[in-house]
Nanobody, 122 residues
Framework: QVQLVESGGGLVQAGGSLMLSCAASGRSFRNYAMGWFRQAPGKEREFVAAIRWSNGRTDYADSVKGRFTISIDNAKNTVYLQMNSLKPEDTAVYYC???????????????WGQGTQVTVSS
């Protein structure tokens, strides 16, 4: 059974940092792209960042480029999202997802985690 389990969310002041983790299990993800998406209250879920497990190639939304870093620990089968210089507008539920296709579209991601709340206070 495939599982993506996020952790690391919480409350942080503007300008602070958080690191989210996504532990992947249940199959090999070596041919997958792993993505982070987020959904703020009253808004649609949006792409944040993605990484190819096979070659480490990354992609970021413009709104987080230069502040967030996505990475993979192969030994732990875990994907990370390091978030620095956080802003109140980063407040959202953050979801980890896996896709054979990759890209920024939600429809390409077949596996999803349950989400973790990130709240940035001003």
């Amino acid at each position: 059974q495939v599982q993506l389990v996020e952790s690391g969310g919480g409350l942080v002041q503007a300008g602070g940092s958080l690191m989210l983790s996504c532990a992947a299990s249940g199959r090999s993800f070596r041919n997958y792209a792993m993505g982070w998406f987020r959904q703020a209250p009253g808004k649609e879920r949006e792409f944040v960042a993605a990484i190819r497990w096979s070659n480490g190639r990354t992609d970021y939304a413009d709104s987080v480029k230069g502040r967030f870093t996505i990475s993979i620990d192969n030994a732990k089968n875990t994907v990370y999202l390091q978030m620095n210089s956080l802003k109140p507008e980063d407040t959202a539920v953050y979801y980890c997802a896996a896709s054979l296709v990759g890209g920024r579209g939600m429809s390409g991601y077949g596996y999803w985690g349950q989400g973790t709340q990130v709240t940035v206070s001003s």
